[in-house]
T-cell receptor, first 113, second 116 residues
Framework: KQEVTQIPAALSVPEGENLVLNCSFTDSAIYNLQWFRQDPGKGLTSLLLIQSSQREQTSGRLNASLDKSSGRSTLYIAASQPGDSATYLCAGGGFQGAQKLVFGQGTRLTINP | NAGVTQTPKFQVLKTGQSMTLQCAQDMNHNSMYWYRQDPGMGLRLIYYSASEGTTDKGEVPNGYNVSRLNKREFSLRLESAAPSQTSVYFC???????????????FGEGSRLTVL
């Protein structure tokens, strides 16, 4: 069974800091890795999608990397703001050719003003 | 620009009642999914439909049925609701045209179901 793990479960940092969220997966044969943001009581919003042939993707202050050989992905957030406070989830897709994604439990991020 | 639309947003049921959650997407995606999200359990896949005319079980299919009505619509039915089915349900869709390639997954806003 493929597993996706996110550590830590919660993280609190002061505003302005650069930070890294971690995601690890057990099967390196994935097709893609997707990062999501979820605000309380809301649905999941896609942030970045990295295909297996790519090493990283960038959108604004966000940068996500993928290292299949080590089974890791990281989401880098530059110059954090209070509005970045949310739960961040990663999901690996295409394990063993399947169409479904396997989700991590998420990291709850709090940016303190 | 609707994306993935779920109805209803909130529902309260009594044990044993039935209901259907509706989902529609306007992005011409071929794959659609139903997840449930529970505290401490994360997101768990109930059923999915890789393309129109096909459905497959996910991680937690017991107590649910699905129908892929057409390319746009994918419904989830609870035939006899139980308190254990109290949860937030999410529908999602993506474009998956080729083996070995999957597109970005888009989610609806969720349907919050309480079974008394």
């Amino acid at each position: 069974k493929q597993e996706v793990t996110q550590i830590p479960a919660a993280l609190s940092v002061p505003e302005g800091e650069n930070l890294v969220l971690n995601c690890s997966f057990t099967d390196s044969a994935i097709y893609n890795l997707q990062w999501f943001r979820q605000d309380p009581g809301k649905g999941l919003t896609s942030l970045l999608l990295i295909q297996s042939s790519q090493r990283e993707q960038t959108s604004g202050r966000l940068n996500a990397s993928l290292d299949k050989s080590s089974g890791r992905s990281t989401l880098y957030i530059a110059a954090s703001q209070p509005g970045d406070s949310a739960t961040y989830l990663c999901a690996g897709g295409g394990f063993q050719g399947a169409q479904k994604l396997v989700f991590g439990q998420g990291t709850r991020l709090t940016i303190n003003p | 620009n609707a994306g993935v639309t779920q109805t209803p947003k909130f529902q309260v049921l009594k044990t044993g009642q039935s209901m259907t959650l509706q989902c529609a997407q306007d992005m011409n995606h071929n794959s659609m999914y139903w997840y449930r999200q529970d505290p401490g359990m994360g997101l768990r896949l109930i059923y999915y439909s890789a393309s129109e005319g096909t459905t497959d079980k996910g991680e937690v299919p017991n107590g649910y049925n699905v129908s892929r009505l057409n390319k746009r619509e994918f419904s989830l039915r609870l035939e006899s609701a139980a308190p254990s089915q109290t949860s937030v349900y999410f529908c999602a869709s993506k474009f998956s045209p080729l083996a070995g390639f999957t597109g970005e997954l888009f989610f609806g806003e969720g349907s919050r179901l309480t079974v008394l």
